[in-house]
């Protein structure tokens, strides 16, 4: 009768081994699948982004749209001068090579490249046509020069990414500054006051402000609305580990995307 028992209990036993073994096959063999699918949505969503692009058939929420990117700053600077507005006297260096990560090393033209990518992809994907001032570092453009650039395209908006350096350690959050006396700066202003919201919303990040300044040169030589945005603070160390992290650059370039379209919803 033991033995009865003993070898119920063992083909019991083995029963549930080949279960248990069949199921952990069918998981297997399932996964594939399940991870091919995906991918072949994306790709096809690409087709379809890049077909509206020839067609012109609307596709993604920016379709026809033209945005010009301007990575701020450059591997060198340049000291020479050029005036800061037009019909201006007063002169700046043409471009600087700006601010660093403190804690990171990183400098402020490599940073804002990134940024320029992860905005630029974003915006591709929304079936957005976009112009970059520069996808290298090694370039000589001045902040004018920027400016004009994006005048002859015609382009319906310019986002000139930066990131700010203070003294101050502790100082942080988003900043979005326009030219106040110049050309297209209330419409400016209303372009900015979409999109600082919605990239305080994606980020988590400090809200500083909207701020006229008539300082800049590649913001008073725009005809075209353009925004100057300091995505945060280099010089304070857990913002410049932040900055320079590829997924919170996407967050950025998400927010920075979102705030177009509204404003674009609103013209
Ligand atoms: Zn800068």
Redesign the pocket.
Known sequence: MKRMIAMVLALCLALACLGAAAEGGLEWAEAPAAVDEPAEEAAAAGEETADADGTGEPAGRLAGVKIGIDP??QEHGNNGKETIAPNSKKTKPKVSS??RGVKTKIP?YMTVLEISFALRDALLAEGAEVYMTRETHDVDISNQERAKMMNDLGVDLVLRI??DGTNKKSANGIGLFVNKSYAISKESKRAAQCILPRMVEATGAKKRGVYERDTYTGLNWSTVPCILVECGYLTNPDEDVQLNDPEYQKLLAQGMVEGIVDYMREN
Do not use: L
């Open positions: 701020g700053h700006g601010t402020e930066h990131c």
